[in-house]
């Protein structure tokens, strides 16, 4: 069933589907404003849209334009977040100064989680969840990702925690904020381009109709009539196509390089993902570019079965 939060307008698509209990997936739209390059990045937002829709669901790619907070975007609209130089990538905590001043801003994992949650959509595919940053022991730089995952009941299919973060705290924060973090098909947790990251699957399932069941078993753990059951997300992590991969071994470097480059600029708080990934782009010659879009496409393939399979198990 749709939210009838004032603040929120569905396309009609996802309207319909929600007050009809058919799945949707939500996407996020910072990887359209800030995670690509143009023309790649409208491109590989409908052909995200087309992977969800082939596999059974409706795309709900989530923005806010002029203040509105957009469940579902027309082909307009996706053009401005991906060419609008004003578009800003907004968190949580810049949700409400957005809309209240009427700007656009292009949503990130945990702001997208929020709206999906608002929204009354379970499952959510991006390409990498944000997380610990290197050095996070002096900075405290951690991603809001974490904080809303604990959060908000939305299921978060991803291909891991970027790589230019610290995998292994990462994991770690997820513990002690009580986020089951699942591993699709791996008994090893994944680093984004790379299958592999050294650091064993907190827990692992064997398709999206056992991750669907795992979901509906948290929100519905000890439920009480009329009452939530366990609250926050759960993370999925579905490693990136063999295919598509780029091995840990051969990314290690180009991330140090990166890094070393970003630290050199001065680059700090939330521009160091968006300066990082496209760095890597360069410094890989273009590779790093197709690997997110091949692992962006099948994590959507994947989400919209994990809806499809949670949408028939009962009610939400």
């Keep these: 069933m749709t939210s009838i939060n004032p603040h929120l307008d569905h396309i009609p698509e996802v309207r ?20 690509m390059p143009y023309p790649q990045n409208v491109q590989t937002a409908r052909e995200v849209e087309a992977v969800v829709r082939a596999y059974g669901a409706v795309p709900a790619t989530i923005a806010v334009l002029g203040g509105r907070i957009k469940v579902g975007l027309d ?63 002096r900075s405290m730089d951690i991603s809001a990702d974490l904080t809303e995952l604990s959060r908000s009941e939305v299921c978060v299919v991803s291909a891991g925690v970027k790589s230019i973060l610290d995998i292994g705290l990462t994991l770690e924060y997820l513990e002690t904020l009580g986020v089951p973090v699942l591993v ?10 790379s299958r592999e990251s050294g650091f064993p699957a907190p827990l692992t399932v064997a398709t999206p109709d056992e991750a669907a069941r795992v979901l509906r078993a948290k929100w519905g753990l000890c ?7 366990q609250e926050g997300g759960v993370l999925l992590a579905n490693p990136v196509p063999s295919d598509a991969e780029i091995g840990a071994a051969e990314m290690t470097p180009h991330i140090e390089r990166a890094l070393a480059d970003m630290k050199a600029l001065g680059i700090v708080g939330k521009d160091t993902t968006p300066y990082l ?4 782009v360069e410094i890989t010659g273009g590779r790093s570019l197709e690997a997110n879009i091949a692992l962006v ?9 994990v809806a499809q399979a949670y949408a028939g198990q009962g009610l939400n």
Excluded: C, W
Aim: glycine letters at 14%; hydrophobic letters at 40%; aromatic letters at 4%.
């Design 75 to 137: 082909e307009d609209e996706l053009e401005l977040l991906a060419t609008d130089a004003g578009v800003q990538k907004i968190s949580t905590r810049d949700l409400p100064f957005t809309v209240a001043l009427g700007l656009h801003g292009a949503t990130t994992v945990a702001t997208t989680m929020r709206i999906a949650h608002l929204a009354g959509i379970r499952v959510f595919a991006t390409g990498g969840t944000g997380g610990v940053h290197r050095g996070a022991e």
């Design 184 to 193: 699709l098909g791996s008994r090893e947790f994944p680093a984004f381009y």
């Design 277 to 280: 990934l496209g760095r890597i």
């Design 16 to 35: 319909d589907a929600l007050h009809a209990g058919r799945p949707v997936v939500a996407l996020e739209s910072t990887i359209i404003s800030h995670g």
């Design 223 to 229: 439920r009480p009539e009329g009452s939530a059951g």
């Design 297 to 305: 496409k099948h994590n959507a393939a994947v989400a919209a079965q």
